[in-house]
């Protein structure tokens, strides 16, 4: 899929929004970036000569480039200005970005920004409509609040490590940030709920993420689980806790998921593998009998499983209606017809002048669908755009590059 014109496109949901961007590596940087592809205009402040911290972590490389490849998949839509924040001439211009911004976004530590004068307390009388997002590791409050927060870190303490990996195995983190990435997305959420209010009151507010909150939050059904027994849920490796059979089996020739979501569709199963006696059994009868007996099941259906390829699962098991599928590589992802259906992959100019590539947005939107109008800046590429809107001059630019202020 290429990137199309913005002027082809119609104004995404969030236009007219400016968003002044302090965040950095991933938390953050998600919640700004789909503001940006929903529409907001986002001023991404980075530190002179340096930049947000992932512009270091590479290999990989975008090709032909010295872009880092984590970098340009979490930061398009944005205008990057090289700033020292800390320096007052850099505060200063914060203030200004601020008289015309809507929404800050920020994932300094707790009172770090205060230092400062750019806390929620220091700005919230003089910006009455600013909404304010703060994304730290335990939020603003509470005994931990003045810790850092990482991905692996909060996975471990949010409890999904401990759901997570073979059953008499160790404790697993999960293969992606799933930590930064909820906590970057109910950012965004927060900041569109603060913006509906906003609309209604004209007042701003503060938003508070913290990652294990979120961690806490997204543990769904085995959070409910525990409440309801005050049992440490057990890790199951693939299988689910609550349903069975619904988990990998090994085929003839690899493995595949086997989604057995109700007993109608275990009735299915039987008929279509030859195991209709199993319907008669008690122990297989009922979902809930199934997973008091989850071993036997297990035990009685993987030789079943092996009888055929994963292919051939598939098709037998699809025509079925019952749930089922591969286990793909991320290159089978990319190669796969509906995911290629789908266009989930987006080609974009960059400044570097070549062509980079990068993952769709998700929300499909009828009337203000998300727009690509720019891939991840070079550091400081919008600095004099952004500073010349503001009213500041060449030689006053060229003044606050030599004092290292930008």
């Known amino acids: 899929m290429s990137a199309t014109l913005a002027g082809a496109l119609p104004a995404g949901a969030l236009n007219g929004l400016k968003v002044l961007d302090l965040t950095r ?17 986002v001023i991404k402040i980075e530190r002179p000569g340096a930049g947000d911290d992932t512009r270091g972590f590479a290999p990989p490389y975008v090709p032909n480039t010295r872009e880092s490849a984590y970098f340009v998949g979490v930061n398009r839509n944005k205008k990057s200005v090289t700033l020292d924040i800390a320096k007052p001439e850099g505060q200063a211009i914060i203030h200004r970005l601020l008289g015309e911004c809507d929404i800050l976004v920020e994932n300094f530590k707790v009172g770090a920004l205060a230092k400062y004068g750019l806390g929620w307390d220091d700005l919230k009388d003089r910006y009455p409509r600013l909404i304010y997002c703060s994304i730290t590791g335990f939020g603003q409050t509470g005994p931990y609040a003045p810790r850092p927060g990482y991905d692996a870190l909060i996975q471990a303490m949010g ?27 109910y950012g965004c959420i ?16 503060r938003i508070d993420i913290g990652m294990l909150d979120t961690s806490v939050a997204w543990l769904a ?45 275990f009735e299915r199963f039987c008929k279509l593998t030859g195991q209709e006696a199993l319907l008669q059994d008690e122990r297989f009868a009922t979902n809930a009998a199934r997973v008091q007996n989850r071993q036997l099941v297990t035990d009685t259906l993987t030789p079943v499983m092996r009888s055929r390829t994963t292919k051939e699962w598939v098709a037998a098991l699809e025509a079925a209606k019952i749930g089922c599928g591969p286990i793909n590589t991320l290159k089978d992802v990319f190669e796969d017809p509906h995911v290629k259906a789908r266009e989930v992959i987006v ?13 769709a947005n998700p929300v499909r939107l009828s009337a203000t669908p998300p727009s690509y109008r720019s891939a991840a800046p070079i550091l400081g590429q919008h600095t004099e755009e952004v500073l010349g809107q503001l009213g500041l001059g060449a030689d006053e630019v060229a003044k606050l590059r030599e004092g290292g202020v930008v």
Do not use: W
């Open 159 to 185: 409890g999904v490590m401990s759901l997570t990996g073979e059953i008499e195995g160790e404790p697993q983190k999960v293969g992606v940030p799933v930590a930064d990435l909820f906590s970057g997305l």
């Open 25 to 41: 590596v991933l938390a953050g940087p998600t919640c700004t970036q789909m503001l940006g592809d929903l529409g907001a205009e």
């Open 347 to 359: 080609d974009m100019d960059h400044a570097s002048g070549e062509r980079v590539q990068v993952i």
């Open 190 to 205: 927060g900041v569109l709920a603060a913006v509906n209010h906003r609309h209604a009151t004209g007042q701003g507010q």
């Open 221 to 265: 059904n085995q959070a409910s689980n525990f409440i309801a027994t005050g049992e440490n849920p057990p890790r199951l490796g693939n299988q689910h806790p609550n349903i069975v059979p619904y988990q990998v089996f090994p085929s003839k020739d690899g493995y595949i998921v086997l989604s057995v979501g109700n007993d109608p569709t």
